[in-house]
């Protein structure tokens, strides 16, 4: 395993530089967080200084953020929820007018112009402010979030401007009418929200509340996101427990109950606030009658609990199917993508194609389907277009292509038997499966739930009427086989394993094929099966550059600055006390800055480090004279004089649980005299995995 | 802080022996778990020898077993819910029929006494099998089921015995008229079915079915265990997420996906098993009416949330209240019972006594109130008993005694306006909250939760009629108070800590009352705030004692004999290599029995300690002859060689991070030099907490 370390370095410089984005790669320019606090003598000083008051103190605080994440999370899908309803409403009107005008007439090309130009435009604003001006607000923001908590530093990804484009991006790709949904990027503005209420300042707008000062640290920061993303979630999906459970999920490696319980209060806040505000919109305040931006109406708890069991027996294949389909379709697409479009213009424009394509295929189907249904006021559809059905009778493929994707899925759970005719559900499956695909990924702020949710539901649903002409119906309401079609197709391409428990090879889930195309170093929750061969020795990164406790600055100017030798390794001083890369940089700056200006020593405290968390200079940044490099410098207040280690015969799988468990950046291999062999990062553990035949190796590039 | 730790062996002679149990003790009975694989050679060898394939049926095994664990916690569920209908039944019509012949001529008092003699049967029987054969299955189970999930071995708990126990306890405790619900015996249950289910063998039966024989170590029948708590409370409430929640809470340390959603999956079936087998007992099989055991009608989920926040804001303080003084009450009482009541006919009598009470209570209340309702049909009251009421109508405040309490608290949340008089819901609340106080650590199977519940709807709905007294009032539906008083009593004795965030010093729960009562050394998921003062060096357990690679068996005999020394700590090898002293017990009898048959050494395997886990032979019962024990015995393959450890000066809430984050059992401390200088175990980490006075460190005893 040893020569393979080599070799690796060998093939990244053979490697041609044009294919960047490999799953067979590992990307080495991704940072990671520390989730575990480095307890060097300055944070040791401040813990012990703190009295119990002052910790109460913190936990109030801690209390305090949550709710405020909570109200502003929920103000920010109230604010999206208003915005896209207006907008699509003022289209609709213009569009109805438009072909009520031409349809006796003829000449609804006109019609169809008009309405493919408004939805381009919309897609036009949204997919440039991504394309142009923050690029990482593109797509559903998921992926990036589970890169967050997992602990890998996603440049930008938390930044006040990467809201205010996924906000603004999300409202217009809505209202352009493409397949997309806005839950993903709720869920990305929760965790933003997040990020930046905790720090108490906005380094963007260089505004500094010199409040929550303490938070200012990855393990207090990561706690936080996931409460933000918890209150997304639960905004989104009216499912505070579902908030629980996602960020559980995602971020479970170290956790406790209090943690747990403020992210429950997150998630209720927001719900609440979202709700509140929502009713005072639709002018009925205290109402409360919209759980959350998705209200799938109420089934009966056992409906839904069997509809878990029956989907795990029977939606699963269907499901795993058309979830497997998409996924490589996409992953395709994705490829080619990478390679093809990567220029910003080019993306907008294939956004705006995709609009526009998406109008046309909706107004073609929308005008060979004569699907027409009775307009039922008590019902109360939102955007009936009449078309060329008859008086009181409405056209029922416009109303699913009009609406908003989550209305339709609960028309498709909830109308009546009878609503739709096999042959609309049939091409709206085949239209919309499409369309969904090839809009994932465009460079437009856009999540994939709800066409998940749409394409199963109609699927379902389509199942559910062809069922008694086979004599084989359970239900007579075919919505239950609507909702069982939407929970396979969701499990389908999430992969949520509880469907596919049986398959030996579990396929990738959307976002983790997203995840790996972007050759992101991922640890998961658990090493690959059949890692026991591997010991701590073979998988670690040697040698270790170290520093004496007590250092030349030129020394460490030089190590710091040479990233070829150290790319992932952190300089280690002595045995096995190491300072992190991060700090060491600010300290350097410090010195550097101290001594020019001919101040006397000043001790550099905790707060200096928090002031500039988390935007560290780089070592470009850090000019040093050749007198300043002859200086001395003091390494034994910032460094951590209790890393974890772990012997070198130690297994893979115990290194990595180790490694997740704790949240590590890096951990330190010694040998039997607590001499250190080398470090464990996170790209040593990401890059095995489970490939075709059995444990596979990913080779490593710069890039 | 090294004295403190000699001073508690003198403090220990010293103490009286009568006062065992005791909030400032911790008991050195309780061993620990062992919630981090041990990889010594046998364990790594078979790990090795595994290809993927086995991995994948082992994954396969795991969700087919916890399919097992929810279907058979689901049944027994619904046994115990058709059991305690049934006996209920028959007992109202006696008495029913008893009192209605007594109601007009006079002579109720022989009514009551046939009340209270019935009650007292049931509840003698439930106490009996509790008080003479499984004491462990007395209360709600749930203390027992944390302790277990935290990694503390408490005897006998997830047993054959315990449950049988325990379901028949529940029943008869449940149709005695005891203020009890039956949800924690539920849970509990369900993690005994996940215990022995995942074992694939009965050691009570004797019957082994060579199945599941990987999943016989402490690791893995932990994540079962959950997926069985899960199961039980999904059973208990109809709630499968909140299932998931409560496994979560309790045993989150080190977690991953997979496993919550096997969890899930095991929650899912318990629900479902539960209602079909329900709906097929009320003869409309397939109907699925009833999603738990405790069905509260739906509230609109933003009533929900709304009541959530509500009950944080307003609810908090007449909750916190009660609930505060309800565990108050029931500490004394506790530490009543532990000094005077330790007898099992005494615990019978006690329970009698208040089952007798209970009904007499019952009666008079019943008697003396006029609470007469017109009987609706419609609405359909299970127990309807005139009394003194007018034809038509019948009394409201017999009823309420005479339903299962869950019936109860339905009522109280959704029967309209006016159905109570607010006399007999204070009368009601004050008298149900000293019994629920009295009856809960009686000695028989039963839980708190539904109680606490009850109380709070009852004084929730009293507010809540009161209210437009003064001009107060939100709602014109009292139940909607109802609801916010359960949430906020059940927040207030449970210590759910969302209600009191801004309490300076949190009080402990109820079940962490009767935990800390049993001087149970359970480790909480941080260490106290104020504890960074401490290092490894200070709290750890020295000197270690230790053995060679080839150790004579005499030394290991009397090592692993001699409690007093070697109470905790377990036997440390050459430098950082320890065999844990389950292994190490086991190893020698068979090393012992192999040299009397005078076999040739048969290769010790993993399976031979599979067979025997988890009761290996206490060393007493290991008789080693004097030519034995100068037998050189070769410890090479036991011992894990790659232990974990920390640094001497690794302060303690890092070592109390590593510990709880890793499940460990103990924690090897080194110095620079990788020299073994002391063990952590759980006593060293559970026995620092917050007291009145900041940091306070429990003194050890040997009971």
Redesign the interface.
């Known amino acids: 395993m040893d020569e393979e370390i080599t070799s690796e370095e060998d093939s990244l410089k053979g490697r041609p530089k044009e294919i960047t984005h490999n799953e067979k790669l590992l990307s080495l320019k991704y940072e990671s967080l520390d989730y575990d606090n480095s307890?060097n003598q300055l944070f040791?000083e401040e813990?012990?200084r703190?009295?119990?008051?002052g910790?109460?103190c913190l936990?109030?605080s801690r209390?305090v953020v949550c709710g405020l994440i909570g109200f502003l999370t929920g103000l920010i899908a109230c604010f999206i929820d208003i915005m896209v309803e207006q907008l699509t409403g003022l289209k609709y009107y213009v569009v109805k007018e438009n072909i009520e005008k031409f349809t006796a007439g003829g000449g609804l090309s006109i019609s169809l112009i008009l309405w493919a130009v408004l939805n381009s435009a919309f897609v036009m604003v949204g997919a440039i402010i991504v394309a142009f001006f923050e690029p990482i607000a593109g797509g559903s923001g998921i992926p990036q979030i589970k890169c967050y908590l997992n602990g890998v530093k996603i440049p930008r990804v938390v930044r006040l401007k990467t809201l205010l484009v996924k906000v603004a991006g999300v409202i217009c790709s809505v209202a352009g009418g493409l397949v997309v949904g806005k839950e993903g990027p709720m869920i990305h503005s929760g965790a933003v929200v997040a990020a930046g209420v905790s720090q108490g300042r906005s380094t963007s707008l260089k505004r500094d509340f010199k409040i929550f000062e303490y938070f200012r640290r990855d393990t207090e920061k990561r706690d936080f996101v996931s409460a933000g993303a918890a209150a997304g979630v639960s905004a989104a999906f009216?499912a505070?427990?579902?908030g629980?459970?996602f960020s559980?999920?995602e971020a479970?490696?170290?956790?406790?109950?209090?943690l747990?319980?403020?992210i429950?209060?997150a998630s209720?806040?927001s719900?609440?606030t979202l709700?509140f505000f929502l009713s005072v919109y639709n002018k009925n305040p205290g109402e409360?009658?919209?759980?959350g931006l998705i209200n799938f109406g109420?089934f009966?708890?056992?409906?839904r609990?069997?509809v878990?069991?029956l989907t795990?027996e029977c939606g699963g294949p269907p499901g795993g199917l058309l979830g497997a389909l998409f996924n490589a379709l996409n992953y395709w697409l994705t490829i080619f993508r990478i390679r093809y479009i990567h220029r910003p213009c080019l993306q907008v424009m294939e956004a705006m194609l995709v609009a526009a394509v998406t109008a046309t295929v909706s107004f073609i189907m929308i005008y060979f389907s004569n699907a027409c249904q009775p307009l039922d006021v008590v019902q109360g559809e939102d955007y009936p277009l009449q078309l060329y059905c008859d008086d009181g009778e409405y056209n029922s493929m416009a109303t699913t292509f009009f609406n908003r994707p989550e209305k339709s899925v609960q028309n498709l759970f909830h109308n009546p038997p009878g609503s739709y005719h096999p042959l609309t559900l049939g091409v709206f499956t085949i239209t919309y499966f499409f369309l969904a695909c090839w809009t994932y990924g465009l460079a437009v702020s856009a999540g994939v739930f709800i066409p998940s949710l749409l394409i199963g539901a109609a699927w379902g649903r389509l199942i559910g009427i062809m069922l008694p002409v086979f004599p084989l119906q359970i239900w007579a309401d075919p919505g239950k086989y609507a909702l069982i079609g939407a929970a396979a197709q969701l499990g389908g391409s999430h992969q949520?394993?509880?469907i596919r428990?049986?398959h030996?090879k579990p396929l990738p889930g959307l976002y983790d094929i997203h995840i790996k195309l972007q050759s992101v170093p991922f640890v998961h929750?658990?090493a690959p099966?059949?890692s026991?061969?591997l010991t701590a020795r073979e998988v670690m990164s040697s040698p270790v550059t170290s520093f004496n406790r007590v250092e030349r600055v030129g020394t460490i100017v030089d190590l710091l600055s040479n990233t070829s030798t150290n790319h992932n390794g952190f300089p280690v001083y002595l045995?096995?006390d190491e300072p992190p890369r991060t700090t060491l940089l600010f300290t350097l700056q410090v010195f550097v800055e101290l001594a020019r200006s001919k101040l006397t020593r000043r001790k550099l405290q905790l707060k200096d480090f928090r002031d500039a968390y988390p935007r560290f200079p780089p070592i470009q940044s850090i000019h040093v004279s050749q007198d300043e490099r002859e200086c001395m410098m003091d390494l034994t207040e910032f460094m951590n004089?209790?890393p974890?280690?772990?012997?070198q015969?130690?297994?893979l799988?115990?290194v990595y649980?180790?490694f997740r468990?704790?949240g590590l950046r890096h951990l330190v291999v010694?040998d039997?005299?607590?001499r250190v062999v080398g470090l464990v990062t996170r790209k040593d553990l990401a890059r095995y995995h489970?490939g075709k035949h059995?444990l596979e190796e990913l080779q490593l590039a710069q890039t």
């Open positions: 307890e040791l813990e012990r703190m009295s119990y008051l910790f109460r936990e109030i209390w009216g505070p427990v579902g629980v459970l559980l999920e479970a490696s170290y956790w406790n109950q209090m747990t319980w403020r429950f209060f209720m806040i719900t609440f709700n409360l009658s919209n759980p109420s009966d708890r056992n409906v609990s069997f878990f069991v795990c949520i394993r509880v428990p049986e030996n929750s658990e099966p059949t026991h061969w045995q096995a004089p209790t974890y280690t772990v012997p015969e130690t297994s799988p115990r649980k180790l468990a704790l010694v039997d005299s607590n489970l059995g």
